[in-house]
């Protein structure tokens, strides 16, 4: 399997094809969010939280049947990503 440091900037999914992105208004594959968050330019749960969010992904990785450490670890990097950085006022 190949790795990439390409990640969806709302769920932490990994993007390894353009398949896996995200769409602009255009049409064109998203460079930040993938297809489960992202479509024509808007995302697909606008009023979802950082919380849950980050529950969303640990209940599917779960449904997946990722060890509980990794389910943890992995679900908290939500925290982390561009979509959920509150912007610091100038």
């Known amino acids: 399997m190949k ?14 094809r353009d398949l896996d992105k995200g769409t ?13 968050c992202y479509l024509l330019g808007n995302f ?8 849950g969010m980050r ?12 060890p509980r450490f990794l389910t943890v670890l992995l679900s908290n990097q939500v925290y982390g990503l561009k979509r959920w950085k509150v912007a610091i006022p100038a």
């Open 24 to 36: 602009e208004r255009s049409g064109a594959p998203s460079g930040l969010y993938c297809r489960r």
């Open 55 to 66: 529950e969303t992904v640990r209940s599917r990785m779960a449904e997946l049947k990722f």
């Open 3 to 16: 790795f990439t440091k390409e990640i969806c900037q709302s769920c932490a999914a990994p993007l390894l």
């Open 44 to 51: 697909t749960d606008p009023k979802i939280t950082v919380e």
